[in-house]
């Protein structure tokens, strides 16, 4: 009886980690084909976000020039990973979960570099949205005395 319940939670911890495995290479795959010049609008101005596959393919690199701020994607693993090159002088890293359709990754701080303090401001979250092949929606959470400020922003890809 213990060897056939330690056989189950093998199995079941195999199986998530296969899941994970799954759901990042696929969010992954998606994430490659926003390769390529976007816009959004900006403080009432039209701003061009580019997206480009670097390191042979194994990052994809994320420019915002009207802040000078770049993120850089890429897998560790099985886990899908930013990191997000902030105008706040900080560099959070975040990891992903995919929701069981694929729309949306959710990337949550794991660790921060170069935070001068707990209270200095920073990005905590992004939410992706996937609307469709030339949509897709950021959502950033900035977190700065103990106060969060969530800005959204809606790209269209350039044609």
């Known amino acids: 009886m213990r ?31 926003l390769a390529g010049a976007w816009e959004v609008v900006w403080e009432g101005k039209p701003v061009t976000i580019t997206f480009q596959s670097i390191s042979d393919g194994s990052a994809l690199m994320e420019t915002q020039a009207a802040e000078n ?10 886990r899908l990973m930013l990191t997000h090159y902030c105008s ?12 069981p359709g694929g729309k949306t990754l959710r990337f949550k701080m794991i660790d921060i570099t170069n935070l001068t303090s707990p209270q200095a401001g920073h990005m ?3 939410v992706l949205t996937f ?29």
């Not at 998530?16 to 998606?30: E, H, L, N, Q």
């Open 3 to 33: 060897r056939t319940v330690l056989g189950v939670l093998l199995l079941v911890v195999i199986s998530a980690g296969s899941a994970v495995a799954g759901d990042s290479s696929t969010a992954w795959a998606r994430m490659q084909k």
């Open 124 to 126: 905590v979250r992004m």
């Open 88 to 99: 706040a002088h900080n560099q959070p890293r975040m990891v992903a979960e995919a929701d």
């Open 69 to 78: 701020m770049v993120t850089i994607y890429h897998l560790d693993g099985t």
């Open 131 to 159: 609307e469709d092949d030339d949509h897709i929606s950021e959502q950033w959470t900035f977190l700065e005395n103990g106060k969060e400020t969530t800005e959204t922003f809606h790209l269209t890809r350039k044609k």
